[in-house]
């Protein structure tokens, strides 16, 4: 069963960092893109990123273009996001989600999703 | 950046009902088109990608249709289910998500 556990989520000031967490299981994890998409508190679905599975290509929306970076380990079946200089637009709930089978940004599997909340 | 427009912003519907979504991109996206399904406070679910390809398990009562610019997500034959908040998203040119339609009980 494909199975993602989204973590590191929590409150912090604008300006400051966190790092995300999705740890994956179930599947082939080096064969499969992996996303982040975001949702802020009742608004609709904002994409952030993607990466291949062997870390060759990575994208990024432009609101956070230069301050996250996504990165993924395959050894140990897990997936970040590196999130610099938060603002409090960024404050969303993240999903980490596989990408389909020959499609990089269709997220065909989603994790539970972190809050993360930018407030001074 | 391809924007991604989708009305209405928000239906009405009954069970049994057959209801019609549409999106517009801002620019082709050919047929790189998807469709997601989400219940409050849970992740979204793939229903179609590719504007018409059915996601395995969704059932056939729903459909996508298009190409282009427009598109459309059709749900025949309405179930308790289904009432939830319907999401397109492009990925021609990395990706982008419509606003959402709500779908709501009459």
């Known amino acids: 069963e494909v199975q993602l556990v989204d973590s590191g989520g929590g409150l912090v000031k604008p300006g400051e960092s966190l790092r995300l967490s999705c740890a994956a299981s179930g599947f082939s994890f080096s064969t499969y893109s992996m996303n982040w998409v975001r949702q802020a508190p009742g608004k609709g679905l904002e994409w952030v990123s993607s990466i291949s599975g062997s870390s060759s290509y990575m994208y990024y929306a432009d609101p956070v273009k230069g301050r996250f970076t996504i990165s993924r380990d395959n050894a140990k079946n897990s997936l970040f996001l590196q999130m610099n200089s938060l603002r409090a637009e960024d404050t969303a709930v993240y999903y980490c989600?596989?990408?389909?089978?020959?499609?990089?940004?269709?997220?065909?599997?989603w994790g539970q999703g972190t809050l993360v909340t930018v407030s001074s | 950046d391809i924007q991604m427009t989708q009305s209405p912003s928000t239906l009405s519907a009954s069970v049994g009902d057959r209801v019609t979504i549409t999106c517009r991109a801002s620019q082709s996206v050919s047929t790189w088109l998807a469709w997601y399904q989400q219940n409050p406070g849970k992740a979204p679910k793939l229903l179609i990608y590719k504007a018409s390809t059915l996601e395995t398990g969704v059932p056939s009562r729903f459909s996508g249709s298009g190409s282009g610019t427009d598109f459309t997500l059709t749900i025949s034959g309405l179930q308790p289910d289904d009432f939830a908040t319907y999401y397109c998203q492009q990925y021609s040119s990395y990706s982008s998500f419509g606003q959402g339609t709500k779908l709501e009980i009459k």
């Open positions: 989600a596989r990408g389909r089978a020959g499609t990089t940004a269709v997220p065909d599997y």
